[in-house]
T-cell receptor, first 113, second 112 residues
Framework: NAGVTQTPKFRVLKTGQSMTLLCAQDMNHEYMYWYRQDPGMGLRLIHYSVGEGTTAKGEVPDGYNVSRLKKQNFLLGLESAAPSQTSVYFC????????????FGPGTRLTVT | GDSVTQMEGPVTLSEEAFLTINCTYTATGYPSLFWYVQYPGEGLQLLLKATKADDKGSNKGFEATYRKETTSFHLEKGSVQVSDSAVYFCALSPGGYNKLIFGAGTRLAVHP
């Protein structure tokens, strides 16, 4: 049981390049989330999904797109990377909302130069 | 809007000292409250939670009580260990919504 996995662990991009981060979960969870973590700011929600084929915007969605074609996978895309997107990105999944625990992946450290 | 405020760190303690990390929140309705912990190089994991007023969450010697009258959810541990060194995040989930709102995090360093 791997839980939540993220690929890649590290990435360096030049401004304007694109990339996709992959999140996979093996717990059959309906809900999946993408967060970014910046120093002194905690985690902020980028996008989330309430089930296969659905996506919704979170607190800081600009510059990112997501897709949930399969229940177990949630992809985060950067079409044209900017230095402001340098951050650590965490994926999470949960069985439900409200009081349900979110399970987090190990994170992807992205640097945009 | 809903928000979480935590005490700034870092908090530096000696082993076996008493720990308090303050957390207050602003929310409409009846949120669920959480403490998550992030060990170096890892993702976040749930430490404890409380879902209604006066509930006490506890795990691994840590405790926090949901105080609606003071809108607080302070984290406490009676005797910290070096292995407790980590970043601690207070968070709330607004009732019925698909999101967690996090505080900025408090780094704890425990020395032998």
């Amino acid at each position: 049981n791997a839980g939540v996995t993220q690929t890649p662990k590290f990435r360096v991009l030049k401004t304007g390049q694109s990339m996709t981060l992959l999140c996979a979960q093996d717990m059959n969870h309906e809900y999946m989330y993408w967060y970014r973590q910046d120093p002194g700011m905690g985690l902020r929600l980028i996008h989330y999904s309430v089930g296969e084929g659905t996506t919704a915007k979170g607190e800081v969605p600009d510059g990112y797109n997501v897709s949930r074609l399969k229940k177990q996978n949630f992809l985060l895309g950067l079409e044209s990377a900017a230095p402001s997107q340098t951050s650590v990105y965490f994926c999470a999944s949960s069985k439900g909302t409200g009081a349900y625990e979110q399970y987090f992946g190990p994170g992807t450290r992205l640097t945009v130069t | 809007g809903d928000s979480v405020t935590q005490m700034e760190g870092p908090v530096t303690l000696s082993e076996e000292a008493f720990l308090t990390i303050n957390c207050t929140y602003t929310a409409t309705g009846y949120p669920s409250l959480f403490w998550y912990v992030q060990y170096p190089g890892e993702g976040l994991q749930l430490l404890l939670k409380a879902t209604k007023a006066d509930d006490k969450g506890s795990n691994k010697g840590f405790e926090a009580t949901y105080r609606k009258e003071t809108t607080s959810f302070h984290l406490e541990k009676g005797s910290v260990q070096v292995s407790d060194s980590a970043v601690y995040f207070c968070a709330l989930s607004p009732g019925g919504y698909n999101k967690l709102i996090f505080g900025a995090g408090t780094r704890l360093a425990v020395h032998p």
